[in-house]
């Protein structure tokens, strides 16, 4: 990476010589890889809907699954965003959908109940990183966060508002003129 | 020496990097003594201004001591010198210099074929910004390159402090520029959205130039507490109406001139629909600015109103009432900020004590603690307002 960022420096510019640490955080990280891990599925969703209600034992329901394959790469985009606890948040409400689909699938007469299991342990475990990951992101960029002082004696002004009201007004053009 | 490098979006670092050298005879270096974070910053943090690059160094406010000039600075600057490096880098001598529209010099931008290709011409080149406007690296760093410093420099008169004088490189002028850009009379009503750095210096500057009254529209309690204890009358927009009260405090006629001190990243909030399809469109990179301010203004300023736009801009905005705007006969002046054609008038009202641009700062911390200030500041925690670095 650095080879490559040094590559558009002109002669003189600075290069790279050492990174330092990156200021991204593991919950960072994760909601990244959760956006990244949201577009493949969505994606997997989209195209491949047919082979996965055969599966799942959910033949006929292809059209959601190509709505909830929608949905995941919208929501991956969120979270891969600046906005990565809407996009973590509307992935948590998604898994949610995923979970109601999955548990109307579980049925006795359904020959692939096995992998209908499988796939809700598997949406359980990726929620509580959606949920973990989207707690960990509020606690990070919670405003409140540090000590909250208002600043009222910072007028600018070392003469006062008084002094400085107009201070600076310009004449109008025509009396300048004149 | 160390330096505040970009990564990619949310990924800056405190990077060990090669000295800058004397690339043109032209240029200097500076020894930085104090660099700020700006709002602007923020855009690039967050990756929302294209054709920035993993390796670009960041920062545009920036001054320091001289300790090497080219042979081609024909004395304008020597060795030992205190100057703040304003964030366009000016020649001086094209046709836009003369005029003394220095925000567009013809010169300086080292990438003008992609600047005409995007913007339809070229304007200035800028210190730790895109690569539409040069790519140069920037001064949140232990050493900064000049380029064209014989013109792109201010002197510091002796005995002005540095924490008096560093804002002179951008949101002093910037907030200096956009109320003198509106024209202000002793009548007017001057109504500021965005508390932020730009919209104190643009608050504190309206009232030197003896507004009526000027009212600040925020939302973050320290930054409306500032904006108050300069003179303004504040708005809080979660709590209040802005058009209600704007109306209410302008005997229903609307602000006679309006100041955008937000730009692209407006407030997204749940109770205004507009803004959360703003913030979507965005996401999904169908508009580049969220515009939500701008609209209000055009609807609330007073018909043959001034709109006054410092606030960054990157690229499209949707729904712009453009109906309102022609109809209400407004006037819209905006611009990166000349900075050199208001710095001597400033320097000069700093020296006199009509105004100290050092109340704004909140934060002093060392260079390395930087790219961790990016968050603090971009989350407003902490009651963060502005801060310096000190290399």
């Not at chain 1, 707690?135 to 508002?161: C, N």
């Not at chain 2, 105004?355 to 925690?381: C, N, W």
Request: positive net charge; proline residues 5%.
């Amino acid at each position: 990476m650095n080879f490559l960022a040094n590559v558009a420096r002109s002669k003189g510019d600075p290069k790279i010589v050492s990174s330092g640490p990156s200021v991204r955080t593991p919950a960072d990280r994760m909601a990244r890889a959760l956006g990244w891990f949201s577009i493949g599925l969505g994606t997997v969703e989209l195209l491949a809907a047919r082979r996965l209600t055969r599966a799942l034992g959910m033949r006929g329901r292809e059209g959601l699954i190509r709505v909830f394959g929608v949905r995941e790469i919208m929501a991956g985009v969120m979270s891969l965003s600046v906005d990565k606890q809407a996009g973590l948040k509307s992935r948590i409400a998604g898994d949610g959908l995923d979970i109601l689909a999955l548990l109307a699938a579980l049925r006795f007469d359904n020959p692939r109940k096995g992998n209908v299991v499988l796939a809700l342990l598997m949406v359980g475990a990726v929620t509580m990183l959606d949920v973990r990951s989207a707690q960990d992101l509020a606690v990070q960029h919670d405003p409140k966060r540090g000590r909250r002082r208002l600043y009222p004696d910072r007028s600018g002004f070392p003469k006062g508002i008084a002094m400085a009201k107009g201070a600076a007004r310009r004449l109008p053009s025509r009396a300048a003129a004149s | 020496m160390r330096a505040l490098v970009w990564h990619g979006k949310e990924d800056i670092r405190c990077d060990t990097v090669t000295d800058p050298e004397i690339e043109h005879e032209r240029d200097a270096i500076i020894k930085v003594t104090s660099c700020a974070i700006c709002g602007s910053d923020l855009h690039l943090f967050h990756n929302f201004i294209p054709a920035m690059m993993p390796g670009d160094i960041m920062g545009h406010e920036t001054m320091g001591e001289v300790v090497e000039v080219g042979g081609g600075v024909n004395g304008a600057l020597k060795k030992g010198e205190r100057i703040v490096v304003p964030f366009t880098i000016i020649c001086g001598e094209c046709d836009q210099c003369r005029r003394g529209n220095f925000s567009v010099c013809e010169t300086t931008n080292r990438n003008k074929a992609l600047a005409e290709k995007i913007f339809g011409h070229t304007t200035a080149g800028l210190f730790g910004y895109t690569h539409i406007t040069g790519g140069y690296p920037g001064g949140q760093a232990e050493y900064l390159r000049v380029p064209y410093a014989d013109r792109t420099h201010i002197k510091i008169p002796a005995g002005m402090t540095d924490e008096q004088a560093l804002f002179l490189s951008d949101i002093l002028p910037t907030g200096w520029q956009a109320a003198v850009q509106c024209d202000i009379e002793p009548t007017d009503s001057v109504a500021v959205w965005g508390c932020g750095p730009v919209g104190q210096m643009s608050i504190r500057s309206a009232l030197l130039l003896g507004a009526r009254q000027v009212i600040a529209i925020d939302r973050i309690p320290e930054r409306l507490s500032m904006a108050e204890a300069g003179g303004a009358i504040t708005i809080d927009f979660d709590k209040e109406s802005v058009v209600e009260r704007l109306n209410a405090l302008t005997d229903h006629k609307g602000p006679d001139k309006c100041i955008d001190a937000t730009g692209m990243e407006s407030h997204v909030n749940m109770a205004q629909p507009a803004t959360l399809l703003d913030r979507a469109k965005q996401m999904f990179m169908l508009e580049s600015d969220r515009p939500h301010v701008l609209r209000e203004i055009i609807y609330v300023c007073r018909p043959g109103g001034v709109i006054s736009i410092p606030g960054v801009y990157s690229g499209f905005s949707d729904k712009i009432p453009m109906g309102a705007l022609m109809n209400k006969g407004l006037t819209v002046r905006t611009g990166q900020t000349h900075v050199n054609r208001w710095t001597d008038e400033l320097v000069r009202r700093i020296e006199e004590g009509q105004i100290d641009p050092s109340f704004v700062i909140t934060h002093r911390v060392a260079l390395e603690q930087g790219p961790e200030m990016y968050r603090v500041f971009r989350d407003k925690q902490d009651s963060c307002v502005k801060v310096v670095l000190k290399p």
